[in-house]
């Protein structure tokens, strides 16, 4: 992570992938250097943006011939259709392989463009401006897209990376608290993936130091074919609460109670004493962020969920905390899964 130079103050952390390595710039104001980073050659470009991004005043110029696509707000807009609806008017404008896709918003918007982007075309060039924490410190990193079906979310996507991401924190001035609490959640889970003294950092240099971190774990494993997930620890009941529904938590307060849940079971199968579980529940609290399962949980019917997790390979995978960081673990008895599920109520 260093102080950038073309992008004035804004730091920059560079995501090391062989030929497609990009720089993420971090810093307020950051969006109106998005010219600087758009792919040389691209004479078109197809900025993809949602309603309050753009009722936000959260513009951007490319400095190239642009048209703007409006994407509703919300994880509803992931659908296949809207991908197809997209590039179907990318292509009636005359948008080539040549040319470039800008998504600017949050996670929902730069998964469908990223993915809409790596299917045009067989695949053309991407930028993320990135305008919410959650997009800013997971979702526009590490070239993860996708849309939803109604069987599940994220079921159709495919890896792409982007060839720049700006993350402009002067954007996070604009989010509802609720939004904000949703990248939290992210955030809070960055504490125990490293030991980056995440704590003692002003909001921008802790926004680089997670990208950071998720960085490095992408350039180790960009495909998941093992450490990359680390990304989902605190996911497994946050990911249950979420296909549950009815519980109305953001994402990143399903991850919160997941982080802590997470801990205590890992703590029930002897992986961490009481003093780690202590600084889980300090971490998350400290966000201001719950800590324990929604009024009324349904725990036998949130214990069912974990084994439906596309993740879950293996039977139902934890990423469980322990003496070597974290790691995936299968076999728990479902007693346990159960028991520390009512222990967190
Ligand atoms: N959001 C998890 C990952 O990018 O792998």
Redesign the pocket.
Known sequence: MTAGTGLDQALRVPVDLGERSYDVWVGPGVRHRLAEVVPGGASRVAVVTQAAVADAGLTVDPGAEHRVFITDDGEHIKTLGAVEELCREFAQWGLTRRDAVVAVGGGAVTDLAGFTAAVYHRGIRMVYVATTLLAQI??SV?G?TGVNLPEGKNLVGAFWQPSAVLCDTEALDTLPPEEMRSGLGEMAKYHFIADAGLDSLPLVERIARCVAI?AEV?ADDER?SGR?AV??YGHTLAHALEAHGGYDLRHGEAVAVGLVYAAELACRAGRIDARRVEEHRRVVGGYGLPTSLPPGADAPGLVELFSRDKKAVDGVTFMLDGPHGIEAVTGLDPALMLETLEAIR
């Open positions: 997971d979702a590490g993860k998720k992408v998941e990359r990304l989902n």
